[in-house]
């Protein structure tokens, strides 16, 4: 499938300050996806591509001289080949034993312990049953919350899988935290993956990206689950970083110096 996408991040702060961005918004380099894609940074700032020890493609901006505004505009296309949730071609530079770690974000409870330890006994252990158990139990038992906007057209705080958990709500991201603890509770590796997602049967402007897990399975490798949609990832979905949680994949992360509000505005236009 080829997918065009359209970013567009504005960020801005009431006093002009010196700022870092660092985002990660194209696909990793993987030899199902060809990339095509530009990049707009306004006004002009000094700026570095590099793959961080995930394998991600990250662009660091440094913006010296005080702005109270940085505007992104990144537009591309890619194109996609559906692989039944199995990942291929990726970059490996920890074992998968790495991606046990939990995260203040991923940290189970007596409860997700309890939830995980359930689904374990119905599949006796096989563990591609338990990852679809999990998957297909937290799908029907937790809500998505559909937007990941807050007020003010901020994004949506992230809170942790125990959180979440208890709620019965969130947003993909806190399913996928879910899926990543019960996962760990389990002893499965798994980890965080931050993409894209087209939905043909819905507008192509979103205000977020999406987020799903991917977990190890031994002599099958990488497998992918998507929690907020019950099924593993297609040729809809579009690969672009990973982490041992959302902070880790973040599409933006900054510092800046001064203080204040400030203010984040994102664009997403997703369309064949």
């Known amino acids: 499938m080829k997918i065009r996408i359209g970013y567009e991040l504005v960020y801005s702060c009431p006093q002009p300050v010196p700022m870092i961005l660092m985002l990660n918004v194209h696909p990793s380099r993987v030899p ?7 990049m707009k940074i306004t006004p002009p700032v000094a700026a570095e ?5 995930f394998g991600n493609i990250c662009h660091v901006f440094t913006a010296e001289g005080p702005l109270d505004e940085l505007h992104v505009e990144v537009d591309g ?47 006796r252990g096989n563990i591609l049953g338990d990852l679809h158990g999990l998957l297909d139990q937290l799908h029907a038992d ?38 990543i603890g019960a996962a760990h509770t389990l002893d499965i590796p798994a980890r965080f993956v931050g993409g ?24 099958l490798g990488w497998v992918a689950f998507d929690p907020a949609n019950g099924f593993c990832p297609t040729d809809a979905h579009v690969r672009v970083a990973v982490g041992l949680d959302y902070l880790g994949a973040a599409p933006m992360r900054g510092t800046r110096l001064g203080i204040g509000a400030e203010k984040l505005e994102v664009a997403i236009k997703i369309d064949q």
């Open 32 to 38: 199902d996806l060809l990339r095509r894609d530009d």
């Open 77 to 123: 296309q890619v194109e996609t080949q559906n692989s039944d949730g199995v990942v291929h071609g990726t970059v490996e530079r920890f074992p998968p034993s790495l991606y046990l770690r939990d995260t203040a974000l991923t940290q189970s409870d007596d409860a997700i312990r309890a939830f995980a330890a359930n689904i374990r006994a119905t599949n």
């Open 49 to 53: 591509t590099y793959t961080d020890a």
């Open 196 to 219: 894209y997602f087209h939905k043909p049967d819905t507008q192509a402007a979103q205000d977020c990206g999406h987020a799903w897990a991917e977990a190890y399975v031994p002599d």
């Open 142 to 179: 937790i809500s998505l919350d559909e937007t990941d906007n807050g007020e003010a057209g901020q994004s949506a705080p992230t809170i942790n899988a125990a959180k979440s958990f208890a709620l019965k709500h969130g947003t993909a991201r806190d399913l996928t935290h879910i899926f």
